[in-house]
Structure formats: C-alpha cells, structure tokens
C-alpha cells in the first residue's frame, strides 16, 4: 500500500492546527526567544523538529518529560541516547549532587577515575582509557592520535555515518563519488583530502580503498545507527579487522549509540577487537562525558610518541576532561544505572515495541520495515532492511517522517528527529510500549 501524497499532506495540516493549538506557551517563550537566541533555539538544529516550534520542557522523570503547556510525554527520543539512563536517574543525582559540593573540576584526578578505568577495562576488554566532554571530543582525539601513530593522513568512514561534528567525517557517496556532504557548514578544506568513504557491508570497496596504505584509521560504529539501523552482514566485522590489522590501519569503534546492545556495547556482545574505543551520551547519566579506550599495543604506542612536555598542546584534551563531576556521574551510572539488569529489562521492551510496529505495518500492508538493535528500534520507509547507507538515506521521506513525529507527539510521544528511532529506558513499561503500538496504528490509519 502506497501513501496517498495529498492525503498526507491534509493529515499533516491537521497535525500541525493540532500542535499549534495544544502548545500555546511553548509557541511564546519560542517568539520572545527569536530576541535573544539565534533562530530562537540554544542549539541551531532545534528549528527542525516536527511542530513549528519546540516544546519547551520543565521536568523529566525515568521515561516521562513535561511541558510548560502542561503535556506529559512518553520519551522514546531520550536525548538522543543521552538520557538512555532514563531522565534524572536518583543514583546519579545523588552523585553529581555530593561531588557538586566537594568541588567540580580540579585539572588533577579524583579516585573515581580509577574506578571508572577498571570497569570500562571489564565490560570493553581494552585495558586503558582516557576521558572527554562529548563523543564528539573521544572521536577527534581518536583520529589525532590514530594519524599520529601511524603517520598516515587519511581516515575512512562509512557512507551516511554520523560521529558528531568532526570534520574528517562529513562526507558522502553521490552517484559512487565521494563529496562534502550536504548542508556541511564551511568545511575546513575539501574531505576527500582527509578521508575515504565506502558502503557498509561493501569488503571489496573496503579493501581497494585500504590498499592505497594512507588511512591511519577506520571510524565505525559496529551497527550504523545514525541513518536507520543498519547492520553488519555475516563476516563483515571478521574482514572489517583482517583488512585493517593487513594494511597497518587502526579499527576505531564508536560505541556511542550502539551501546544500546549491552552493558559492553556491540564489542562487547559479540567479541570485536577494535584497537580504540570512543563512547559518550549516556555514559554519565547525560551529563557531559565521554571515553576512549586503547588496546595494550596502541596505548604502547601513543605512549611512546608524545612528550610530556608537549602534552599540553598536543591537540587533544580539553580543560574539563576529566573533571571530578562527570567522572562521579560516570561511577554512579555505570554502578547503578546502565547495569546487566537494566539490559535485561529494556532489550526485550524494544523487541516488543519492534513487534508492535511490526504487526501495523502488517496489518495494513505497508512497505515498510522494524529493524533493532538492542534496546532501539527503528522502522524505515522501505520493505526490506537496508545494506548499506547509501540505500537508507535514498529511503528518506521528509514529509511522512514529520507526520509520523507529529502524530505520536500530538498523542503524548516523542521519537527520536530526523529519524523514526525509539530507544527504551530502565523506567519504560511494556504498558508505555502498547500505547505507542496503539499511536502507531491510529498515525497510520489516519493516511488510508
Ligand atoms: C555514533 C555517534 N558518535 C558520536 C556522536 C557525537 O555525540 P555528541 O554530539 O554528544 O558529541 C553521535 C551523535 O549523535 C553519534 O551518534
């Protein structure tokens, strides 16, 4: 059954009146903040979500959120994965709220960070680590000291991936030929000159482009998240490290979002041996926090490379890296929070939720498609999982997708922007997960 395009545009229409009408505070505060905030938002992409405004929140607790119009939402947006933890989780708050006492940033080390060192040897297998604010920061400084050790200039990425605002990365396939990607803002230098781009799951391409022997590094989340869910076919994680350990290039693997597959992340679960490990977002309950981690033979070498006189300007780093605030947040989520059992709670909440869109989809015969990982899921407006991004990003809807974000915030639920992702939290029931079933099939009865 294909969408009836003036149909979905009347349901949009109708969406949007809806929105406008049931928010009028939100739509205030967002007028007076046009006078002091560029585009009238803290942060430049907020323009885009699917409302003509955002909703301005007051409060949010485990899975719910709160508006100043008063609404309460289900969250599966979750920050982004920031707050995978679930909102304002209490072992993290109590922590964040003792060490805020005791001081919040030193430039020395707290013992926290010893702990925090061992655990993430324990659930990554690599045996050293260091800290950064965002993933962003982990993934920059991954590239810095990968290019150094090997002293090679280039980095290869992914199609369609996404690891924040790092410039080496900003880079697509159109028509096979690699360019800026669109909408990239003033890219520093053209990013065919630091980086190479292939498909997903496309080994041959993977290794025609490593024999060139001027990649010091493949960044790569392990299931890419970030245009849809697309995973890894049988053995592409097998050549993926035989091709890089071959031609001497380093496997960075970014754990950020595919953390959602368990407490040691998809390297974790399924026994990768990446030589750097970067992960952010939820690894301190939201607050601004990051890792990476080093294989025992990287870290030798990055050890040998850098003087301790010049290690203050290498490049990396960051004055409050390492602060005493997020290493306590990190120590009281990874204790309390982001636990086995919180895993064993969510996982089979998302299979659920993937089940229920499933069976919409079904029932009314629609070429589209639930794919999981962990515990996110996401449905994609195309009949079979994508292979690669290249095929993901061509299935872009914009219109559909701002229905569909419209339609579940309308009735009390935001997914994730500028995708239909839905990522579930320790305080999710599987109640909170049949009324987004329920949402669904109202969203989508509503264009037939
Ligand atoms: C896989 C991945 N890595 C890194 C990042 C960057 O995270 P941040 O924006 O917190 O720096 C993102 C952000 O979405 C991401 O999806």
New binding site residues.
Partial sequence: MLIDRTRLQAALATELARFAETHPRSHELFERAKESLLGGVPMHWMVRWAGAFPVFVTEAHGAYFSCVDGHRYLDLCLG???AMTGHAPEATVAAISEQARRGVTFMLPTEDALWVGEELQRRFGLPYWQFAL??????RFAIRLARHITQRPKILVFNW??????DETFITLRDGVAGARTGNLGPPINPTITTRVVEFNDIPALEAALAHGDVACVLA?PVM??IGIVQPEPGFHDALRDLTRRTGTLLII?????ICAGPGGYTRAYGLQPDML?L??PIAGGL?A?VYGFSAETAARVQASIRTDESDTGGIGGTLAGNALSLAAMRATLEHVLTEQAYAHTIPLAERFAAGVHQVIAEFGLPWHVNRLGCRAEYWFRPTAPQNGGEAAAAIDGDLDRYMHLAALNRGILMTPFHNMALIAPDTTAADIDFHTDVFRESVAQLM
């Fill in positions: 982004d994965t920031g965002t993933a962003t920061d982990a993934n991936c996404y690891h924040g605002t790092v989340e998240t970030n970014d754990e950020t979002h595919t970067t952010g977002k601004p990051a």
